[in-house]
């Protein structure tokens, strides 16, 4: 596709998204939902299409992929308020008006490319904006479906023909030229360094991701078991091909032994001096950088690729390894089921060991720490160089926030450390301004402020300054419990998760709800129970009231 053609997909779009700026809150989430219903009747059928043109990972791990970009993404979404006023703080006289970006242009990567278009259409539009997608070559086909069978229900919904657009047969050149086009307004670039420093370059506001290479450390306390299961199902997952998954395991020395037990008996296969010199040579080239031939491909195939074999039912390919760096050059990001090795004495060498991986390509990413010690977790977070740190929970699900509470997201910041704009996980409140009405509080003059009304009270469809505040800073919510104590008073006590029966709330926010339907647990409300729109509108649908 020539640099016209882009101009013409770009305008096409902003036309379009001119239009659906308009749209009120329930036109948008009307749309957002179409889109929702026709990506569940595709999962299997895109995630086989994403197999089968790239040769990455498995049709099931994708299908999951898929199922996760838009149910996860659009539970979590939903109810968020993206159209006029989103907060109010009458006391203070400072209320905000959500205000769309314009046209995204979004770069899909080969590793996951239907469940990242997925999610990045969804995102977009819950935020009134237009997308352009630009796929990784690659897996244009497969990308190119997504976007028609998405656009085709969301102009079914009521959305101007034209909000989504896919570039049929993007180019480096093309891609730039989305990127530095005047008719678009914010990049979302998901892809290697070379992608997102472009991105950043291009004068427009970007999210771009970093690599992620991960460390899991195995410290003494650690539910050994559940943490070797835990790695091994990160690492394994679509064969590695999310940034978030694990790269390198340190295990603490007294667990060393039955580690190694562990793992071998839960489908690790440690590879012998042999095997780690033609595992070397076959992924890392002489200027140390990744071989993209082995990227998503079974610990069989890259065994056949690098000269051994590897028995069936392995599930990752483990490297013994003494150092990080170029002399190691397995320590890298692999982006395949091939794990480093690493023992170190206490939690402290564990620390300083993860912080050498993470200098080596993973800045500001991922970090997987097991343990049952809150100190030592305590420790990691105060001296840790990333902004993820998933504790008891394989890397590639926490960070998603498929098996933790961050916020669902295929596109994960990693803040200054990494050359990113942000920390967050991404979604529609990154992809939409803020306007700002501030009354006035300090005259400047002799004169008396003058006196007016609320623009908007509290309760009419907006949570709670503070509960609005966090979500505005860091892309969620406070957990319930969290809401629930600053409600009530700094001495109250929240209920713990698996207490067998639950408090009657006093108050449940849109972010309450949403917890709980991740968590699997209802909330108990009464007739006193304070309940926001969202938050009844939610919670009636999904049926996770226990009113008593």
Known sequence: MSSADVNRAVNQVR???????????????????????????????????????????????????????????????????TVGFISADPAQGVYEVASPMGVVAAVIPSTNPTSTAIYKILISLKARDGIVLSPHPSAKGCIKAVADVMHDAAVAAGAPRGIIACLP????????????????????????????????????????????????????????????????????????????????????????????????RWGGHFVSEREKALLEVLMVDKNGALNPKVVGRSPQVIGRMAGFSVPDGVRALLVPEEGVGRDYPLSLEKLSPVLSYYVADGWEAGCLRCI????????????????????????????????????????THGAIGYTTNLPPAMTLGCGALGNNITSDNITPLHLMDRKRVAYEVRPATDEKAVPLPPLVKLGHGLED????????????????????????????????????????????????????????????????????????????????????
Not at 26 to 53: F, G, P, T, Y
Not at 518 to 541: F, H
Request: hydrophobic fraction near 40%; proline fraction near 5%; glycine fraction near 8%.
């Open 169 to 264: 047969n993007p180019s480096i050149q093309d891609t730039q030229a989305l990127m530095k086009h005047p008719g678009t307004n914010v990049i979302l670039a998901t892809g290697g360094m070379g992608l997102v420093n472009a991105a950043y370059s291009s004068g427009k506001p970007s999210y771009g991701v970093g690599p992620g290479n991960v460390p899991a450390f195995i410290e003494r306390t650690a539910s050994l078991r559940k943490a070797v299961k835990d790695v091994l199902t990160g690492k394994s997952f679509d064969w590695g091909t999310i940034c978030a998954s694990e790269q390198s395991v340190i295990v603490d020395a007294p667990l060393a032994d039955r580690a190694k037990d562990e793992f071998t």
């Open 356 to 395: 050498e991986v993470l200098t080596y390509g993973g800045l500001g990413h991922t970090l997987c720490l097991h343990t049952q010690d809150v100190e030592i977790i305590r420790q990691f977070a105060l001296r840790k160089p990333v902004f993820r740190i998933l504790i008891n929970t394989p890397g």
């Open 15 to 81: 036309q379009a998204q001119q239009a659906y700026a308009e749209f009120s809150q329930d036109q948008v989430d009307k749309v957002i939902s179409a889109m929702h219903e026709v990506c569940m009747l595709n999962l299997e059928r895109w995630a086989r299409m994403a197999h089968e043109e790239t040769g990455y990972g498995t049709v099931a791990d994708k299908t999951m992929k898929n199922r996760f970009g838009a149910d996860d993404v659009y539970r979590y979404i939903r109810p968020m308020k």
């Open 465 to 548: 300054a503070a509960a609005r505040f966090v979500a505005q800073k860091f892309g969620s919510s406070p957990p319930p419990a969290v809401q629930g104590a600053a409600r009530r008073g700094a001495n109250a006590v929240a209920a713990p998760v698996n207490a067998p029966r639950e408090e009657i709330l006093d108050f449940v926010s849109e972010a309450d709800v949403r917890a709980a339907l991740r968590a699997g647990r209802k909330l108990r409300i009464n007739a006193k129970t304070l309940l926001t729109p969202s938050a009844r509108e939610l919670g009636d649908a999904e049926r996770i009231f226990d009113r008593v």
